[in-house]
Every structure is written in C-alpha cells, then in structure tokens.
C-alpha cells in the first residue's frame, strides 16, 4: 500500500517530465542522424502519441492549477477500514418504563437483556488517508441519550460525511440491547414510528 501510494504521488507531482523527455527525444534524433541535413518525420501514429501525451500533460497542468490535484491524491492514497463502535453502556432510572430509540440512517438491531441498562455496540466503516492520524470515535459521537419524565430518548447519530470529488457515507451496524420490562418504541430519521 505504501509503494503504491508512494509511485502515485511520484508520477502525481514529476509529470512535467514527460514534457522535457519528449523534447530530449527530438533532439536526440537530429543530433544522431546520420544525414546531413537532417529532416523530422513523423507519421500518422507518432503524431497520435504526442497529442495525447500533449493533452494528457496539459490536463494535468489544468488540476494542478485548479487545486484539484489534491482531491486525486487523496483518492488514490485512501483506504476503508472496518472498526468497531465504542461500546457503550447506559443504566436505566428506576422511573423510566418507556425507551424511544432514533436513528439518523434506521439500520439498527435491538435485542433485549434481563439487564436494567441500554447498551450499544456495533461496527462501522471508516476511510483513512494515507498521511492522515486515524481518529477514535467516542460515545458522544454515537449516541445521545436524554430523560424526560418516564421516557429515555436514545438518539444514535449519523457519522460525519465527506462531499466534494471524494465523497464518502460512512456506515454503521448498530445493535441496541434494552430491558425486557420496558415499552421499547423505534423511530427512523423522519420521527416515524418503526415498531
């Protein structure tokens, strides 16, 4: 992974070399050849060649000025991994006999414990960019979580999207474990009851 992101930015920032090594060829031919006065000749295919190293380098020199040589590389020097959602464990008020759980994306699975406590774990994925510190999610990136007389609201939170050329919609799979003995309510990202 290193070695290709390493080529990349290689080619990425000496592309103006093909340039030179183009113009080196020409030279080359006039000064090596063995007539005296020397004529260049291209045909058909070798005209091809050089305009689309042409229009290959001058769309090149378009991103780089535009600033959008950056957006490339970190499209080329990204991964996605799979991690695992700080687990996360709430205790129940003695009050509370109903539970409303949200959720932003509504993928999630509850189960039900004999436990008097809301826990939440799962997994989600994350796309991590070379040169870039990897970050740790922490619970109040997850979930919120608010008591209103009987009732305790769980929101689970959609993660942080990135938009532009290299868009990315992280995912989660979120399990949610509630008491038995307690009225569970679900509601998707419009406030629409699920079950």
């Known amino acids: 992974m290193y070695l290709r992101s390493l080529l990349n930015d290689a080619f990425l920032t000496w592309w103006p070399i093909i340039f030179v090594l183009l113009g080196l060829e020409i030279l080359g031919y006039l000064v090596f050849a063995k007539k005296e006065s020397s004529v260049l000749y291209y045909d058909m295919l070798s005209l091809f060649f050089v305009g689309v190293l042409c229009i290959g380098c001058l769309g090149f020199a378009m991103l780089t000025s535009v600033g959008l040589m950056g957006e490339v590389r970190s499209m080329l020097g990204s991964i996605e991994k799979t991690k695992d959602l700080p687990a996360i464990k709430e205790a129940l008020g003695e009050g509370v006999k109903k539970v409303v759980v949200q959720s932003a994306d509504g993928a999630i699975k509850v189960d039900k414990s ?67 003995e307690v009225q569970v309510e679900l509601r998707d990202a419009d406030n629409q009851v699920i079950s």
Not at 121 to 150: C, M, N, P, W
Not at 152 to 157: D, L, R
């Open 114 to 180: 004999t436990d008097r406590s809301i826990q939440v774990f799962g997994t989600y994925r994350e796309r991590v960019k070379a040169g870039v510190e990897e970050q740790v999610l922490q619970k109040e990136q997850v979930i919120s979580v608010h008591s209103a007389g009987d009732t305790m609201y769980v929101q689970i939170k959609r993660l942080p999207e990135e938009r532009g050329l290299d868009s990315f919609y992280p995912r989660m799979n979120v399990t949610v474990v509630l008491p038995q």
